[in-house]
C-alpha cells in the first residue's frame, strides 16, 4: 500500500462513521420526507400519489401563510435585534464601560439558562388577560376596563412573542461575542486609542472587522433557530387565538400529528429545510461581500 492510499484510508476510518452518522439521522431523514410529501398518507392506510398537491394545498393555506410571516419575523427579529443587541451589550462589557460587569454580564445571559417551557409560562402569565402586564396598566391609568387588545389583533398578536424571544437569546450571543472580542490583542486597541480613535472608531474599524466570522456563524444559528422555533411558542400560545401566532412548525406538528397527514406533513418540513437553505445562502453572500471589503 502506498503512502498516499494509506493516507485516504486513514481519514476514511476516521470520517467515514462521522459521515455515517450524519447521513443516517439527517441526510436520510430529510431525503425520506422529500419522498414522501408527493403523497397522500395518514401513516396506516395506502399511500396515495398526489404529486404537487400537498404543496399547492399549503401555500393556499392562511394559516400556513400567517406561519410564514411570523416565522419571517422571528428571523427578523433573531437578526436585526438579538445579533446587533448582543453585539453591543458584549462590547460595552469588554471596554468596562459599566461597573459590577460579572452581575450585568450573568443577569443578560440568565434567561437562556431557563428552560423555554417554564420562561413562556411565566410570561404567558404576565401577558394574560388579567396578568401582571394588564394589572400594572389598569392602575397606571386608573382605568379598571382595560385589557391587553394586541393579543386579539391578527397582525400584532405575535409582538409579546417577539418580546420574549429577544429577551431570552440576546444574552447567549452576546456571551459569544464577549469571547470573540477579548481574544483582540489589546496592544491593538491600545495603539488605536493613543492614535485618536473614538469608540465608535474602534468598534466600526478594528472590532467589527475582527469578527465577521463569527457574525456569520451567530446569523447561522439565528437563522435556524428561529425557523424551528416551536416549545416557546407551543407552551406561550399553541398558536393562538385563532392561529394569530401560528409558526411554520406548530402548523407541521398539528397537521403531522393531530390530523394524522405525514405527507402534507413532510411537505412543511421540506419548506423549512429549504427556506432555511436559502436564508443562509443570503447571509453567506452577504458575509462574502464585508470579508472581501474589509480584507
Not at 123 to 150: E, K, S
Not at 156 to 177: C, D, H, Q, R
Request: aromatic residues 16%.
Amino acid at each position: 500500500m502506498t503512502f498516499h492510499t494509506s493516507k485516504k484510508a486513514y481519514y476514511a476510518a476516521f470520517i467515514g462513521p462521522a459521515v455515517f452518522i450524519y447521513a443516517c439521522i439527517i441526510i436520510f431523514p430529510v431525503l425520506y420526507s422529500l419522498g414522501l410529501s408527493f403523497f397522500n398518507w395518514n401513516g396506516y392506510e395506502k399511500m396515495e400519489f398526489v404529486k404537487l398537491a400537498n404543496y399547492v394545498r399549503m401555500f393556499k393555506d392562511d394559516v400556513f401563510l400567517l406561519g410564514l410571516r411570523n416565522n419571517l419575523l422571528i428571523v427578523a427579529v433573531s437578526i436585526f435585534g438579538q445579533l446587533p443587541l448582543g453585539f453591543i451589550l458584549a462590547y460595552i462589557l469588554y471596554r468596562k464601560m459599566v461597573k459590577a460587569q460579572s452581575f450585568f454580564e450573568s443577569m443578560i445571559f440568565l434567561p437562556i439558562t431557563i428552560s423555554a417551557i417554564v420562561v413562556a409560562i411565566l410570561w404567558a402569565q404576565i401577558f394574560a388577560p388579567t396578568g401582571l402586564y394588564t394589572t400594572l396598566i389598569q392602575r397606571l391609568t386608573d382605568n379598571p376596563r382595560y385589557i391587553m387588545a394586541v393579543a386579539q389583533d391578527k397582525q400584532l398578536a405575535i409582538l409579546p412573542i417577539l418580546f420574549v424571544v429577544l429577551w431570552m437569546y440576546t444574552g447567549m450571543y452576546m456571551v459569544i461575542f464577549l469571547a470573540s472580542m477579548q481574544k483582540i490583542s489589546p496592544s491593538v486597541i491600545e495603539s488605536a486609542i493613543i492614535d485618536g480613535a473614538s469608540e465608535f472608531q474602534i468598534l466600526m474599524k478594528i472590532v467589527a472587522p475582527s469578527m465577521s466570522n463569527i457574525l456569520f456563524t451567530t446569523a447561522v444559528f439565528a437563522i435556524a433557530g428561529s425557523l424551528k422555533s416551536f416549545d416557546l411558542i407551543f407552551a406561550m400560545t399553541s398558536g393562538g387565538p385563532a392561529h394569530y401566532t401560528e409558526v411554520i412548525a406548530i402548523y407541521m406538528y398539528t397537521n403531522t400529528f393531530k390530523y394524522y397527514n405525514y405527507g402534507f406533513g413532510s411537505a412543511v418540513s421540506i419548506v423549512i429545510v429549504a427556506l432555511s437553505m436559502g436564508l443562509i445562502t443570503i447571509a453567506q453572500k452577504v458575509y462574502g461581500f464585508f470579508e472581501k471589503k474589509y480584507e
